[in-house]
């Protein structure tokens, strides 16, 4: 049975199956970067969206009455 330590010794191994792989297979990888808001979705946009949904909810809703 594979012993391991509950202190991770190198900071990149954070997963417990990246902690189990030997330091040369783990080499290269960077952190992780924070997720950001992607730049095409502005107040604008919703409001468009938050619009147009609105629009076809009313004319279905028509419709179907």
């Given at each position: 049975?594979?012993?391991?330590?509950?202190?991770?010794?190198?900071e990149?191994?954070?997963h417990?199956?990246l902690a189990?792989?030997?330091?040369?297979v783990?080499?290269?990888?960077e952190?992780?970067?924070?997720?950001?808001?992607?730049r095409?979705l502005?107040?604008?946009?919703?409001?468009?969206f938050?619009?147009a949904?609105?629009?076809?909810?009313?004319?279905v809703s028509?419709?179907?009455a």
């Amino acid at each position: 049975m594979k012993r391991r330590s509950l202190v991770l010794t190198d900071e990149t191994a954070r997963h417990p199956f990246l902690a189990s792989l030997p330091p040369h297979v783990r080499r290269g990888t960077e952190p992780l970067q924070l997720l950001r808001r992607p730049r095409w979705l502005s107040l604008d946009s919703v409001r468009e969206f938050l619009i147009a949904y609105c629009a076809c909810f009313v004319a279905v809703s028509a419709f179907i009455a």
